[in-house]
């Protein structure tokens, strides 16, 4: 029988700006994501602040550049650099997301969606495999903001996801805020495109708040964490049988740390309630 | 492959305003000729022209902000004129590879802002401080210059001790 997931609990998404608040009010933290790419052949200092955090939190990384949708394959050296940090923080599992970030000798900059058909499909499941045989820790797959798909898909992406953690094993990392607006810059119903979502499958969530600009949803990681996402994520919770970490992310507006920490207080309340009732 | 070509048209018209032209004028000429299936012929034809120019926004948006944190004062001084600058120059240069890709984009920034010779002395002041400050992120030797530099002060508080 496989063991139970255990809890892990509630964090934050950690900026510069915050990093003296993180280990001075620590207590409200259960564990930290960082960005990897930060931390790539850091200087000795970055290296000093790696080893307190692993010290004082568990942490989680966050590859934003791996381009696991490329049908290019993986750039060797910064899968190296990924797993030289995963090796060194020696995390409960990593994270990246479904997306391509370069094609044709192009540098998109941030996460491009991936055609919903099953050559697509066959490019990220051999990119995960190609990823995990190298990195010996589990990776979780993250849903990505987009406002629009690539036409004339021949799955949904909940489909896709889910044929890809059935393909990979890989767990999913849910960006509740992601799954909105994209729900509401397509007209669809939110709760609608969570219920369709392989939530048995999700390992981690990711909690942040947009804005509306142009009459189109960004998620932008600048403001709170609407009611609506809130509302969600208890759906979520009550229905994601491995989840094991929720994450507020913030980058735009930094506020006072505490206002962070708060959020991820309600979301680890939200996890203890549901679990205990 | 022909996956590979979709998504190098696909990136093609994320970061190049002359591709997002060519593809609105007429998609289907676009989509043609780049050893595409048709049916990918048809997935790259059928896309908004709107919604990739909004995505293609969004990125350089993005951009900013990374550089914008790293050019804190140089952003301080020229207010809103920073976003308007910072979108003028974005599409016409290529994001570096590597970890430390918005250190030297912010740093081309910043060296396009001082070609500038309009800009109040202030606002210069400003760049050069954030551009002294980025260099030893990118430069070993001028991490190396600010160490010893740093070390050399220390040792004078020392002696003086």
């Not at chain 1, 990897?36 to 942490?59: G, I, M, S, W």
């Not at chain 1, 550049?65 to 995390?91: C, F, K, M, Q």
């Not at chain 2, 989509?31 to 990739?52: D, F, I, K, M, P």
Request: aromatic share 8%; net charge neutral; charged share 25%.
């Amino acid at each position: 029988m496989a063991d139970e997931p255990v809890w892990l609990g509630a964090g934050v998404s950690l900026r510069r700006r915050h990093l003296t608040e993180a280990f001075v009010c620590g207590d409200a933290l259960d564990l930290v994501e960082i960005v990897a790419d930060h931390y790539f052949a850091p200087a000795p200092q970055k290296n000093l602040e790696l080893r307190a955090l692993c010290e004082r939190f568990t942490v989680i990384p966050h590859g934003l550049d791996l381009s696991l949708g490329s049908a290019e394959g993986l750039s060797a050296g910064y899968l190296e650099r990924l797993a030289t940090l995963v090796d060194a923080v020696r995390p409960p599992f990593w994270s990246e997301h479904v997306a391509f970030t370069q094609a044709g000798g192009r540098r998109i900059g941030h996460l491009a969606p991936v055609p919903y058909t099953y050559e697509a499909l066959e490019a990220i499941v051999a990119n995960v495999e190609r990823a995990t045989s190298r990195i010996q820790r589990p990776v979780i797959l993250e849903n990505i903001a987009c406002p629009f798909d690539i036409p004339h898909a021949e799955l949904s992406e909940a489909e896709f996801l889910l044929q890809l953690t059935e393909r990979t094993g890989c767990g999913l990392l849910l960006d509740v805020a992601n799954l909105y607006y994209n729900a509401l810059n397509r007209g669809l119903d939110p709760l609608e495109s969570l219920a369709a979502f392989p939530l048995h499958a999700v390992v981690q969530c990711h909690l942040a708040g947009g804005h509306r600009r142009d009459g189109e949803w960004i998620d932008s990681h600048a403001f709170p964490v609407p009611e609506d996402v809130w509302s969600l994520f208890e759906y979520v919770v009550e229905r994601a049988p491995r989840l094991r970490a929720a994450i507020v992310e913030r980058d735009e507006n930094l506020p006072a740390f505490a206002e962070l920490a708060h959020e991820a207080a309600r979301a680890r309340s939200i996890v203890e309630r549901r679990r205990a009732a | 492959m022909s996956l590979a070509a979709l998504q190098g048209a696909l990136a093609e018209l994320f970061v190049d305003p002359g591709a997002r032209d060519r593809f609105a004028r007429d998609p289907a000429a676009f989509a043609g000729a780049r050893g595409l299936t048709r049916r990918e012929r048809e997935q790259l034809a059928a896309l908004s022209a709107a919604s990739v120019a909004s995505y293609a926004a969004t990125l350089v948006r993005k951009r900013r902000s990374e550089v914008a944190h790293l050019l804190p004062r140089t952003r301080a001084a020229l207010g809103e004129a920073f976003d308007d600058a910072f979108a003028r120059w974005a599409p016409h240069v290529v994001l570096r590879e590597g970890a430390k890709r918005y250190a030297w984009d912010a740093l081309a920034f910043s060296r396009s802002l001082l070609s500038d010779r309009s800009l109040p002395s202030g606002v210069r002041a400003a760049i050069r401080r954030d551009r002294a400050d980025l260099r030893p992120a990118v430069h070993p030797v001028a991490a190396l210059l600010r160490n010893v530099s740093a070390l050399t002060r220390a040792r004078v508080v020392s002696l003086d001790r």
